[in-house]
Every structure is written in structure tokens, then in C-alpha cells.
């Protein structure tokens, strides 16, 4: 995926707020597995030390030799960033943090519309929210959006349609306009839409034939490990979940491991390195480990998402349906720059229980479904049958 956030509304919803580390994209191959030496992870940690270091010494210098010079810190440092080669590097200022943060909580200013680009450059819209502006003004899932304020957006990274949507810091209140221009098949149109106070609603659930449970997760905000293993604990006798995850864009990495340990007795989750350091994740003990479990996902799974799915497929825990995953899983950390704007870095990388990387190459399902993909999990459950 070319651009780092795949939903539009909240924006930067996938990454962590101040202190919190979140997972954004790829892995390095040998440091979580222990196929390198002693002296080799030492070397390789080191040198990613120092990588990350000279990134983050030059992004600051940069910001700080432009507040010298009375120019635009954030813009600075943006170009500093762009020249280091960190692809899924950012800088937001200090208000547009604030509302990221807040958007972690559950609430936003938007329009409800998520997005991502394609391989040409064009941005479509992948989901629009119920009950949303955008979706009051007709817009549908494969739209796609041409412009925002009449400014172009084809080819831009996704971050930058996001800052269009929602506009500058002091223009991002609810109730204030952003014109959208949008193109269905050969039809094109405009719409100017008002933005409004929103929730996430990331987690809902549905029933399905033979009292299965459906679990949709739409992004991990604060709180939404919890409500899945409070779904996984309603869910009726010893019949079967699906667990949604088709076109998650990821969040906060504690919430996925949290609902990883509603359908884990414990165990590893995942494994990661920050500046060379090894690490790891691990689930609760406790979770339901013999109900049937499917998973869904599709080519705009990724991030905290991912890291879930690897964990529940590894592991044997469920059978993953549905399309190849994005592959998105480095590890960022935030730091304050001199003007109190907010850097983020890549530091790190992580693997799947057992020790895949997905960059480049993301999740592959046990079974390869498209649109038919909730049927597809619907067959795999009847015929894993009663586990008791």
C-alpha cells in the first residue's frame, strides 16, 4: 500500500498516541528468529541504533534550524524525513496530534469516509460510514474521490487527502464545509458536505445462520479488545465466530493483543525489535480456545491487524479467509520536535508467532475467497462442526 492511512475518518487512527507503540509496516528478516549469531544481533542492533538515531538528530536539527530561520518547522521536517527513506515516517503538528489522539478515544471530526490508494494512484473510497455526511451525500464504497476544495488528489500519499478532508487545525470543527469531487464508473459529480462530530463504532456484531457470531472490527481504537472478548463471551453455546477484519487499517497494537487473548489460553502474539532491541508480545491467559473461529480478511487488512491475524493463523487458532493481507507491520515511536509538533519514526519491525515477516508480501489465507468471503467462512464453520 502506498499510502500509510487507509481510512480517511479519524485520521491516523491506525498509529499510537504519545508513548504508545503502534505497528505501521514491515518486517527485517533473521533478528526476531534467532538465526543470527550473538555477535551479528549485536552488530544488527547497533547499526539500528545508530539508524534511527541519525533519523531522528536530523529531523529535529531540521525543525529547529527552521524555527531559527522563522519558517515552518513541520514543513521542515517533513522534507528531513522524506530525505532519510523512512517510508512510513510522519510529522503532524501539535494540534493535528491532539486531534489523533482524541480520535484514539473514539470520536472525531470527519466526514465518515474511509479510503485508500490504488496501484495507479487514484483514490477510492473503501467504506463510508452509517449515518455519516458522506453518506448522507450518496457516496458508496468504490468511489472515488478526485478532489477535496478543488485541489487534486490523485497520486498523494492518503495522509495528505486526510488533511484536505478534514482541513487546517482551525477549520476542522464540526459543522464547517469541505467540497468533494467524486467519480462513479463515467460518471462524474461534486458534493460539499458539512463535517460533524462522529464515533468510531469500530467493533459491531451481527448474527449469522446457525447462531454464529459475526465480529466486525474496523480499526483497533482504545477499548476494542475488550469489546471483542465481551462479543466472544455473549456468543451463543459453542457455535462459531467470524471475526472481520477486511478492510482494518490497524490501530493501537495493545488492543489487538487484547483480542487476541479473548481466543488465546496465552502464549505468543508477536515479536519485535525497537532499535535493535528483541521483544515480544504475549496474549492473556484465559481465552476461548476451542470454539470454531474464522477469520476474514482481504488487501486492506494490515498493520495491528495483521499482527493479529498471523498470531490467530500461526498458532492454529483459526482458519484465515479471504484475499492476500496489505503486509504492513514496522514499529513507529512518537517524539516531540522543538516547536511541541510530533515526530514519527520507524524504529523497529515485527513477526508473527512463527517468525514470518509480511513486507511486501502480507498475510496469506488458508482458504482464497473474494466477494463471496463471508459464505466461504460460513462453510468452514459448519463443517469444523461442535467442538465439544
Known sequence: MSGRDLFCEPRRIRRGAALTLVFASVLVAGAATGSFSDSDRKSAADASRSRAQ????????????????????VEAAERAVSRSGDRWGAVYSQGDYEEFQEALDGQYTGVGLWARRESDGRIEVTRVRAGS??????????????????????????????SLL???????????????????????????????????????????????????????????????????????????I???????????????????????????????????????LHADSGGDTTRPLVVLVDGGTMSAAELLTGALQDR?????????TFGKGSVQMPSRLPDGSVAELTVGHYRTPGGHSVDGRGITPDLEADKDSLERAETVLSGLGDPS
Do not use: C
Open 166 to 240: 478534514r482541513g487546517d487545525a482551525d477549520d476542522a470543527d464540526a459543522g464547517t464545509k469541505v467540497a468533494l469531487g467524486l467519480e462513479r464508473g463515467t460518471r462524474t459529480w461534486s458534493r460539499t458536505l458539512r463535517r460533524a462530530r462522529l464515533s468510531t463504532d469500530s467493533v459491531a456484531v451481527s448474527g449469522l445462520p446457525g447462531d454464529v457470531t459475526l465480529i466486525k472490527v474496523a480499526a483497533f481504537t482504545k477499548g476494542v479488545g475488550g469489546s471483542v472478548g465481551s462479543a466472544v463471551g455473549r456468543a451463543p453455546g459453542r457455535a462459531g
Open 54 to 73: 541519525s533519523r531522528h538528530d536530523d529531523v529535529t536539527e531540521a525543525a529547529a534550524r527552521a524555527m531559527a530561520d522563522g519558517k515552518s518547522p
Open 133 to 162: 455526511p458522506a453518506a448522507a451525500a450518496g457516496i458508496r464504497e468504490g468511489d472515488r474521490l478526485r478532489t477535496v476544495d478543488g485541489a487534486k488528489v490523485d497520486g498523494r500519499p492518503v495522509t495528505e487527502v486526510v
Open 242 to 280: 467470524v471475526l472481520d477484519l477486511r478492510g482494518n487499517s490497524g490501530g493501537l497494537v495493545a488492543e489487538a493483543v487484547t483480542a487476541a487473548s479473548a481466543f488465546l489460553d496465552g502464549g505468543l502474539v508477536a515479536t519485535y525489535d525497537v532499535n535493535g532491541a528483541q521483544r515480544a
Open 316 to 324: 492454529g487458532r483459526a482458519v484465515v479467509v479471504g484475499s492476500r
